[in-house]
């Protein structure tokens, strides 16, 4: 009898045992399975590197680098056009930082209302710093009111934000484009025009001439 229940004690262990691994194998296998997800998803998001363009020397150099693609047969370029893209690139970029920089003070405004509401609740002494009712001449209801008309004025500007950006992402996106239309600055010794105006700058070792064209590689 004794025998019996240490055999059936046995295969009870090796049956938990079994279970055990196999739990094990398909927790690891979940896992990698969510690994191999989060590394396509990162791969999918992977964008190339931009080019960097010297939007300044272009908009400052338009007519020549123009000239120059003309020589090259370079129809389609437009430095001029990247000049006034960069202008307005700049424009936005001003502005954004404009109210991005009103922003914040909206924000530590509201913050100072906030802790001084909190004071006067708690009947705190008021910090002369903040702008307390005592000093801003305002009740609790006209604390209220600022802090409203505060977040209104926030929420304003973060939408001119956001506007703004949206436009600043087009315009950079025009910018890139047609700065990488713009051909390389061609060197000032090259020939310009057809194979005509080419002219032999260096002979290196002894031309060989040919009397007869072979007809075939064994002549």
């Not at 396509?40 to 931009?50: C, E, K």
């Given at each position: 009898m004794l025998g019996r229940i240490s055999a059936t004690s046995r295969l009870r262990n090796i049956h938990s045992c079994l279970r055990t691994c196999a739990g094990a194998r398909v927790g690891a296998h979940r896992?990698?399975?969510?690994?191999?997800?989060?590394?396509?998803?990162?791969?999918?998001?992977?964008?190339?590197?931009?080019?960097?363009?010297?939007?300044?020397?272009?908009?400052?150099?338009?007519?020549?680098?123009?000239?120059?693609?003309?020589?090259?047969?370079?129809?389609?370029?437009?430095?001029?056009?990247?000049?006034?893209?960069?202008?307005?690139?700049r424009r936005l970029t001003t502005l954004i930082n404009e109210k991005r920089s009103e922003l914040n003070s909206l924000s530590k405004e509201l913050g100072n209302l906030a802790r001084s509401q909190s004071k006067r609740r708690k009947g705190e002494a008021k910090d002369a710093d903040l702008p307390t009712a005592s000093n801003s001449g305002l009740d609790q209801s006209g604390l209220l009111a600022a802090m409203a008309n505060l977040r209104e004025n926030a929420g304003v500007v973060k939408a001119t934000i956001q506007a703004l950006d949206a436009q600043l992402g087009v315009v950079e996106t025009r910018l890139r484009y047609e700065a990488s239309k713009l051909p390389n600055i061609t060197h000032p010794d090259t020939p310009i025009g057809d194979e005509s105006r080419a002219r032999t700058v260096k002979t290196v070792g002894t031309l060989h001439t040919i009397d007869k064209i072979p007809l075939d590689p064994s002549d």
């Open positions: 896992r990698n399975h969510h690994q191999q997800q989060q590394l396509g998803s990162g791969q999918q998001r992977r964008t190339l590197i931009q080019p960097s363009f010297d939007y300044k020397h272009i908009r400052d150099n338009a007519q020549a680098l123009l000239e120059n693609a003309q020589n090259r047969n370079v129809g389609d370029a437009r430095p001029h056009r990247v000049g006034e893209l960069y202008d307005e690139f």
